[in-house]
């Protein structure tokens, strides 16, 4: 089941906050945040296990709500350099692999 | 450290035809994984190889085949091509497993015609 991605888009002036949500309709096991610039690879952010735990890098940030099955993304006073898509991937207990929603495109306005 | 290398980067086929892509994972990194990107689907997870056994499959037709050699490289091959199957594929590099930290390669960009 792919998890839903929201907002599918979002545009901030620099400085501005950004949250990225990601739901799915299983219960999850862990929740996986990557950033994906235009015409490159995409590149790890951080790792949420069950359980709630709420994880930080630098002014990006994240948690997950067991009970809402949902991870939330967390970019604070953001920069022209975190322009890009995020995509969480989630896993579940006996999945198979990763399994990613379709992208938030977010772009940062001077 | 070099990261993870994938050749070719750009690839045209015909209907029918068969491929074969080829990726060098982070010196170290024992598994492999390979996704296929599409503006439509996003990405999607094929396969996982560690230590040069499938250890995850993802649901992909049987004509995505892969497999890994003992010095952790590994080759995705796609017969019978599809028009479908047009994508960037991409191959991620990790110490531990899909479901830790995964290192991506640039990916080969497959033209289906």
């Known amino acids: 089941q792919q998890p839903v991605q929201s907002p599918q888009a979002v545009i901030l002036r620099e400085g501005e906050d950004a949250v990225i949500n990601c739901s799915s309709s299983?219960?999850?096991?862990?929740v996986h945040w990557y950033r994906q610039k235009h015409g490159e690879a995409p590149v790890f952010l951080m790792i949420?296990?069950?359980?709630?735990e709420q994880k930080g890098h630098e002014k990006i940030s994240a948690s997950f709500n067991e009970k809402k099955q949902q991870s939330s993304l967390y970019l604070t006073a953001s920069q022209l350099s975190y322009s890009g898509t995020y995509f969480c991937?989630?896993?579940?207990?006996?999945?198979?692999?990763?399994?990613f929603g379709k992208g938030t495109h977010l772009i940062i306005q001077p | 450290k070099a990261g993870v290398t994938q050749t070719p980067r750009y690839l045209i086929k015909t209907r029918g035809q068969q491929v074969t892509l080829s990726c060098s994972p982070i010196?170290?990194?024992?598994?492999v994984s390979w996704y296929q990107q599409t503006p439509g689907q996003g990405l999607q997870f094929l396969f996982e190889?560690?230590?040069?056994?499938?250890?995850n499959k993802g649901n992909f037709p049987g004509r995505f085949s892969g497999r890994q050699f003992s010095n952790s490289r590994s080759e995705m091959n796609v017969s019978t091509l599809e028009l479908g199957d047009s994508a960037l594929y991409l191959c991620?590099?990790?110490?531990?497993?899909?479901?830790?930290?995964?290192?991506f390669g640039p990916g080969t960009r497959l033209t289906v015609t």
């Open positions: 190889y560690f230590s040069e056994t499938q250890r």
């Open positions: 010196s170290g990194h024992r598994s």
């Open positions: 949420l296990l069950k359980g709630g």
């Open positions: 991937g989630t896993s579940w207990q006996g999945a198979d692999g990763l399994t």
């Open positions: 991620a590099s990790s110490l531990a497993g899909s479901f830790s930290e995964q290192y």
């Open positions: 299983k219960a999850l096991y862990s």
